[in-house]
């Protein structure tokens, strides 16, 4: 069984940065990423990375803004934004994906990010 616990998120003000953490527990996976869903929106791929090769993927909204990076010895991976804009407003969701970067297996609980302009 996998568990994925979040920290981070909270309210920053437009142009500003937030970090997010996950932590997994149980087995290695193929990736470990984050996905975001807006009120009344489908929730949206963001990004992920690779456990092995470090193999990172971006969504075109994110690029240039979000950066991810992982921490094997602690099955912890981290997400960087900044230059936060009110259209990253959303619930921000880990994922496990064991085989494909844009499908997650497990979920975490959620997080909130609130930008305000």
């Known amino acids: 069984q996998v568990q994925l616990v979040e920290s981070g998120g909270g309210l920053v003000q437009a142009g500003g940065s937030l970090r997010l953490s996950c932590a997994a527990s149980?087995?290695?996976?193929?990736?470990m990423g984050w996905f975001r869903q807006a009120p009344g929106k489908e929730r949206e791929f963001v990004i992920a990375?690779?456990?092995?090769?470090?193999?990172?993927y971006y969504a075109d909204s994110v690029k240039g803004r979000f950066a991810i990076s992982r921490d094997n010895a602690k099955n912890t991976v981290y997400l960087q934004m900044n230059n936060l804009k009110p259209g990253d407003t959303a619930v921000y969701y880990c994922?496990?994906?064991?085989?494909?970067?844009?499908?997650?297996?497990?979920w975490g609980q959620g997080t909130q990010v609130t930008v305000s302009s």
């Open positions: 990375i690779t456990w092995s090769g470090g193999r990172t």
């Open positions: 994922g496990y994906m064991t085989r494909n970067v844009y499908i997650a297996d497990y």
């Open positions: 149980g087995r290695t996976s193929y990736a």
